[in-house]
């Protein structure tokens, strides 16, 4: 007999992209992660929550995680039926990853920079970081949105 599966919702849609390790490349990730997000008919909400917190994680790679030669690589998994976007954002620097969120009195309020990661942690679901083989790392966040958005 043959039977149709029954399907639980849209399938996940994965868009995957090497970009340089530069500053022109950390801006490239954010415009193609708006692009796609936008073409895939994704809230409002969502897509400027993901574009921030692209915008950190690839700055990130290009500041922390950069090796001469190497790229690093803008991952967007989107899971329409579970409103969730998971993005990874890999570099080639394993032996640097980034530290949990300082809390906000041991940031020093003068200091330009640390709290990229604390404004990740605060749009995300979670975040966290795994080994990307051969030596590198990849820095995961997911982000969901409400139901009536």
């Not at 796609?36 to 790679?61: K, P, Y």
């Not at 030669?69 to 954002?89: K, M, Q, Y």
Request: net charge positive; glycine share 8%; with cysteine.
């Amino acid at each position: 007999m043959n039977h149709a599966t029954p399907q639980a919702g849209a399938p996940a849609g994965t868009f995957t992209q090497l970009l340089s390790s530069t500053r022109r490349g950390a801006r490239l990730a954010r415009l193609l992660a708006v692009t796609e997000l936008r073409s895939r008919g994704t809230s409002q909400e969502l897509t400027e929550h993901a574009e921030l917190v692209v915008a950190e994680l690839a700055a990130n790679a290009v500041l922390h995680g950069r090796v001469p030669g190497r790229c690093f690589r803008l991952t967007l998994v989107l899971d329409p039926s579970a409103r969730r976007l998971r993005i990874e954002v890999s570099d080639a620097r394993g032996d640097l990853r980034p530290l949990p969120c300082p809390t906000a009195t041991a940031l020093d309020a003068l200091s330009t920079g640390g709290r990229g990661l604390t404004l990740v942690a605060a749009l995300a679901d979670h975040w966290d970081c795994v080994p990307y083989p051969p030596s590198g790392k990849t820095v995961r966040a997911v982000l969901t949105t409400s139901a009536d958005t």
